[in-house]
């Protein structure tokens, strides 16, 4: 599998993760033999490529979300008060060669912009 890096962090049944910078937590891929679906890794913790491209969305981006059912959005709407970090978002990126190219469709500050894989910071999961 790989070794931790400054860029990556190895999770249990080849899950890897790293930093993403658009939406300020991590994302985790599954790399090598076993179950699910699997990304293709280059094995450089340094320079990291996955293929293909990584998916993320959540609250009702989610594919299986039925109009109507409670998400993030609604959740931070009924509680102004509270400081929360979730909100319902895609993030849709292409990682290669230590760089992240985020596609048009992310739904953060950070679309169409391509930047560099951040270390990871502190002891992180």
């Given at each position: 599998m790989c070794a931790p890096g400054k860029k990556l962090r190895q999770q249990d049944g080849g899950g890897v993760s790293f930093r993403c910078p658009g939406c300020n937590d991590f994302h985790?891929?599954?790399?090598g033999e076993g179950p699910g679906p699997r990304w293709g890794f280059n094995g450089d913790v340094a320079r990291p490529t996955f293929t293909?491209?990584?998916?993320?969305r959540t609250g009702h981006h989610v594919t299986s979300h039925k109009h109507g059912d409670s998400c993030w959005c609604t959740y931070n709407a009924e509680h102004p008060e509270e400081t929360v970090s979730f909100t319902c978002q895609v993030c849709h990126s292409f990682v290669t060669d230590g760089q992240i190219q985020f596609l048009s469709d992310c739904t953060h500050a950070l679309a169409g912009q391509t930047v560099p894989l951040?270390?990871?910071?502190?002891?992180?999961?």
């Open positions: 985790t891929v599954y790399v293909p491209s990584v998916l993320v951040p270390d990871w910071e502190g002891e992180g999961r």
